[in-house]
């Protein structure tokens, strides 16, 4: 499988786009406690460099967290020792009986696994609605389509104390192509890395009937507690009754 959030990438992500991960943080905090979800295993989908990991331990969670980067995970696993981390698929990797699954930035959108598709996605949802205990939930939030304007192609870039990175952006038939060209500062030099990525963009009221369909009560919000979500992005909160 080709490797996505290399070395760089994952570096330039930590140290210079952690807002939308900590600014979620405090509201889905909210979201577990008021559903009585105080302590016990939270499994992190697309965990990242850790930073909600960290939240989670922080409030006396056990955490695993599982990402397909390893350079992702190098950096979650010295930020957390106390949590547990794999790489793998979310859509291969073993999820055990647990009190809440979230998945916090777009992650269930992403195209680097090559057998993701709506089918799988689904199964996805099946699989977590079997490990979660009764009362437990699931909170993730998606793209939808129009990140962009149909049949034009974006450019922008953004710039840290020791890095630059340089996006085009593309969206055709719901499939959203993010080209990505870092320079990270190597001593007296910029090292340069690219990579492609690919999101599939799934309409919310789709998600919303796929997770009914499986058992799932849900709700959908526009962002976490203070924190607004992106234009065109659906967060959502799955729970699993009580039986």
């Given at each position: 499988?080709?490797?996505?959030?290399?070395?760089?990438?994952?570096?330039?992500?930590?140290?210079?786009?952690?807002?939308?991960?900590?600014?979620?943080?405090?509201?889905?905090?909210?979201?577990?406690?008021?559903?009585?979800?105080?302590?016990?295993?939270?499994?992190?989908?697309?965990?990242?460099?850790?930073?909600?990991?960290?939240?989670?331990?922080?409030?006396?969670?056990?955490?695993?967290?599982?990402?397909?980067?390893?350079?992702?995970?190098?950096?979650?696993?010295?930020?957390?020792?106390?949590?547990?981390?794999?790489?793998?698929?979310?859509?291969?990797?073993?999820?055990?009986?647990?009190?809440a699954v979230t998945s916090i930035?777009?992650?269930?959108?992403?195209?680097?696994?090559?057998?993701?598709?709506?089918?799988?996605?689904?199964?996805?949802?099946?699989r977590i609605y079997k490990v979660?205990?009764?009362?437990?939930?699931?909170?993730?939030?998606?793209?939808?389509?129009?990140?962009?304007?149909?049949?034009?192609?974006?450019?922008?870039?953004?710039?840290?104390?020791?890095w630059i990175v340089l996006v085009?952006?593309?969206?055709?038939?719901?499939?959203?192509?993010?080209?990505?060209?870092?320079?990270?500062?190597?001593?007296?030099?910029?090292?340069?890395?690219?990579?492609?990525?690919?999101?599939?963009?799934?309409?919310?009221?789709?998600?919303?009937?796929?997770?009914?369909?499986?058992?799932?009560?849900?709700?959908?919000?526009?962002?976490?507690?203070?924190?607004?979500?992106?234009?065109?992005?659906?967060?959502?909160?799955?729970?699993?009754?009580?039986?």
């Amino acid at each position: 499988m080709k490797e996505y959030y290399k070395e760089d990438l994952a570096y330039i992500h930590d140290v210079g786009f952690s807002d939308y991960c900590l600014k979620s943080a405090p509201g889905i905090l909210e979201i577990l406690q008021k559903n009585h979800i105080n302590t016990g295993l939270v499994v992190d989908l697309g965990c990242g460099s850790g930073l909600w990991a960290q939240e989670l331990v922080k409030s006396a969670y056990r955490v695993i967290g599982i990402d397909i980067s390893y350079s992702f995970i190098d950096i979650a696993r010295h930020r957390v020792p106390e949590a547990e981390f794999h790489v793998d698929s979310l859509f291969n990797a073993e999820i055990p009986p647990c009190n809440a699954v979230t998945s916090i930035g777009e992650c269930l959108n992403y195209l680097f696994d090559s057998e993701n598709n709506n089918q799988r996605l689904v199964e996805l949802f099946r699989r977590i609605y079997k490990v979660l205990i009764p009362g437990g939930v699931f909170v993730f939030d998606i793209a939808t389509p129009k990140q962009i304007n149909l049949g034009t192609i974006t450019k922008g870039f953004t710039e840290g104390e020791d890095w630059i990175v340089l996006v085009e952006k593309e969206e055709k038939q719901e499939i959203l192509t993010r080209r990505i060209i870092t320079f990270r500062r190597c001593g007296e030099h910029y090292r340069r890395d690219e990579e492609v990525h690919q999101q599939r963009l799934y309409e919310a009221a789709d998600i919303v009937q796929a997770l009914a369909q499986i058992g799932f009560r849900v709700e959908t919000l526009k962002g976490y507690g203070e924190f607004n979500l992106p234009p065109n992005h659906t967060a959502f909160i799955a729970f699993k009754l009580t039986e």
